[in-house]
C-alpha cells in the first residue's frame, strides 16, 4: 500500500507571511494530490488538488507542486491571514479511489 | 445544496456497550466513505461503498464493526462491543461517482469510550 509523510507537524508563522508543508508518498502508482483544510470540529475541507501528469497548480493564494522523481509535493500558501490557522492534510489516491492521508499540518498564523 | 449530514456529532458511552452512526451523503453521491481519524492523525479508510456494494472494507475491524448502506443512500456504521481504543472521530464522505476524485466530508462523530 501508499505511505504519506507530512511535515512539520505544526507551523506558527506571522500574518502576511508565507507558509509551505511538504509531503512525501512511497508509491509511484498513486496519481492523485489533494489538499484538504480541517477546522476545529468540522470535517476536512478539499482547497486545492494536483494530478501526476501536471507540475505545478495554483488557485489565488495558494499553490501545490508535484515532484514525481522525488515522490513529493507541496502546499504553498502565500500572505497568510488569521482565517488561514486550521490543521491540514495532504492525501494521495492510490489504486484507484482509495486515499491515505498525511498526519496533518497545525497551521497558526499570528495576527 | 446540503452537505454531508452525520448525526450524532458527539457521542459518550461506556466500554463494552455498542453505538451507531448515521451518514446521509449528499443527494446522487454515489460512492461513500466511512474514515476514523484519530486525534492528531489523518482520516484513515475503514469503508467504501459504491452504491450498495461495499467494495473495499479490507481495513474494517469485522469482529466488532460493522456497517450497511441499505438502497444505496444512508449509511450506518456500528461498533459492539466498543472499547477503550474505539475513542476517535468518525467521518463519512460521499462522492458522485468513482471516478470523481473530491471527496465531501461531514462534520464527524466524535466518540468517546470511557
Known amino acids: 500500500g501508499e505511505n504519506v509523510e507530512q511535515h512539520p507537524s505544526t507551523l506558527s508563522v506571522q500574518e502576511g507571511d508565507s507558509a509551505v508543508i511538504k509531503c512525501t508518498y512511497s508509491?509511484?502508482?498513486?496519481?492523485?494530490f489533494p489538499w484538504y483544510k480541517q477546522e476545529l470540529g468540522k470535517g476536512p475541507q478539499l482547497i486545492i488538488d494536483i494530478r501526476s501528469n501536471v507540475g505545478e497548480k495554483k488557485d489565488q493564494r495558494i499553490a501545490v507542486t508535484l515532484n514525481k522523481t522525488a515522490k513529493h509535493f507541496s502546499l504553498h500558501i502565500t500572505e497568510t491571514q488569521p482565517e488561514d490557522s486550521a490543521v491540514y492534510f495532504c492525501?494521495?489516491?492510490?489504486?484507484?479511489?482509495?486515499?491515505?492521508f498525511g498526519s496533518g499540518t497545525k497551521l497558526n498564523v499570528k495576527p | 445544496e446540503a452537505g454531508v449530514v452525520q448525526s450524532p456529532r458527539y457521542k459518550i458511552i461506556e466500554k463494552k456497550q455498542p453505538v451507531a452512526f448515521w451518514c446521509n451523503p449528499i443527494?446522487?453521491?454515489?460512492?461513500l466513505y466511512w474514515y476514523l481519524q484519530n486525534l492528531g492523525q489523518g482520516p484513515e479508510l475503514l469503508i467504501r461503498y459504491e452504491n450498495e456494494e461495499a467494495v473495499d472494507d479490507s481495513q474494517l475491524p469485522k469482529d466488532r464493526f460493522s456497517a450497511e448502506r441499505l438502497k444505496g443512500v444512508d449509511s450506518t456504521l456500528k461498533i459492539q462491543p466498543a472499547e477503550l481504543g474505539d475513542s476517535a472521530v468518525y467521518l463519512c464522505?460521499?462522492?458522485?461517482?468513482?471516478?470523481?476524485?473530491?471527496?465531501?466530508f461531514g462534520p464527524g462523530t466524535r466518540l468517546t469510550v470511557l
Open positions: 492525501a494521495a489516491q492510490y489504486n484507484f479511489n482509495k486515499f491515505y
Open positions: 508509491d509511484s502508482a498513486s496519481n492523485y
Open positions: 443527494s446522487g453521491h454515489n460512492t
Open positions: 464522505a460521499s462522492s458522485p461517482h468513482r471516478a470523481y476524485n473530491e471527496q465531501f
